[in-house]
């Protein structure tokens, strides 16, 4: 299947709508070059752009999304609830406070950011993002850096409350060296679409022989090969760059396949090597 992906290639959400399979980050990026990397990344051809309140960069994102002159309906816009505004009467005033700043008139995805403050504040703030998506203002919902605890709460808060709600999309640091197999596992039993953050590990292991060699063989960088890992694991990798050459570069990756011997060679199944912050593991 993955040979047949491309840049504008989708995934179809239980909320019925439509997400484009590689995605382009901006954690960290600085407010004051956002719109001009993201104008790039969108010039380039990605549709996907994902961004947070916490990363304090979500207005230059709308504000690229206008000036690229595509129409909004062609591109998939996500941001973020942040772990200060846990709980239901700070998540809806950030969701207010986020189309207040972007100008937006809707979000394609909003996630919970990461599993803090408690259960019941993750339950109100999953109520708030159910409320605004019943309103027309968030297509799909979703969370991030939920341990398997995280999800069965959810599972149940959504199944025994009047809340409701479906988890479109869940969003975890994955990469080879942390596969994340129990929370993918239940992700698909689940129909959750996983989402890949830090896909390049951030920079950390372009070194590795296993990926210089199997670039190599392909003609292609080691960032090119874990971007391909992650389409061929059926995830939606983000990958973060301001450097308008790896913007590109990063999304010159439908012309070639990693074979069964290469994933079996990036196949590190115990690994366990977070290269930042580990909510999933949290257990208040
Ligand atoms: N939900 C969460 O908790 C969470 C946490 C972290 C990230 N994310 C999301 O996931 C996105 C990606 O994760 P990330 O930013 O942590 O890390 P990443 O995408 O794995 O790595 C980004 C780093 O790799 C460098 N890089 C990018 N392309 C390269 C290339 N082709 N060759 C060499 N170096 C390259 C970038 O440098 P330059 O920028 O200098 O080019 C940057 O330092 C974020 O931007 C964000 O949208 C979500």
Redesign the pocket.
């Known amino acids: 299947m993955s040979s047949q992906l491309t840049l504008t290639t989708t995934v179809k959400l239980p909320s019925s709508h439509d997400m484009q399979v590689l995605g382009y980050?901006?954690?960290?990026?600085p407010a004051d070059v956002c719109e001009s990397v993201v104008l790039h990344a969108l010039n380039t051809g990605y549709r996907h752009i994902?961004?947070?309140r916490v990363y304090r960069n979500e207005k230059p994102c709308a504000d690229a999304m206008r000036a690229s002159g595509l129409k909004r309906e062609d591109i998939f816009f996500t941001s973020?609830i942040g772990p200060r505004d846990m709980g239901y009467d700070k998540a809806k005033k950030a969701i207010e406070a986020s189309f207040a700043e972007t100008g937006l008139d809707y979000a394609d995805l909003f996630l919970i950011?990461?599993p803090y403050g408690g259960k019941t504040a993750r339950c109100g703030t999953w109520q708030a993002l159910v409320e605004a998506q019943k309103a027309g203002r968030i297509r799909s919902i979703g969370i991030?850096?939920y341990g398997v605890h995280h999800l069965q709460e959810l599972k149940e808060f959504i199944e025994t409350s009047e809340v409701g709600g479906k988890i479109d999309v869940g969003?975890w640091?994955l990469h080879p060296w942390l596969p994340r197999h129990d929370i993918v596992k239940w992700a698909r039993e689940n129909n959750v679409v996983v989402q890949a953050?830090?896909?390049?590990?951030?920079?950390e292991r372009?070194h590795e022989a296993v990926l210089q060699e199997i670039g190599a063989k392909h003609g292609k960088?080691w960032?090119q090969v874990l971007i391909r890992w992650s389409l061929q694991q059926g995830f939606v990798p983000?990958?973060?760059?301001?450097?308008p050459k790896?913007i590109e570069?990063?999304a010159d990756v439908f012309d070639f396949e990693l074979d069964t011997e290469d994933m079996k060679r990036l196949d590190f199944p115990d690994s366990y090597a977070p290269c930042?912050?580990d909510p999933t593991v949290s257990r208040d």
């Open positions: 980050g901006v954690y960290q990026t994902d961004s947070a973020k950011h990461a991030s850096n969003q640091e953050w830090s896909p390049l590990v951030r920079a372009a960088t960032a983000l990958p973060k760059s301001v450097t790896r570069d990063n930042s912050w």
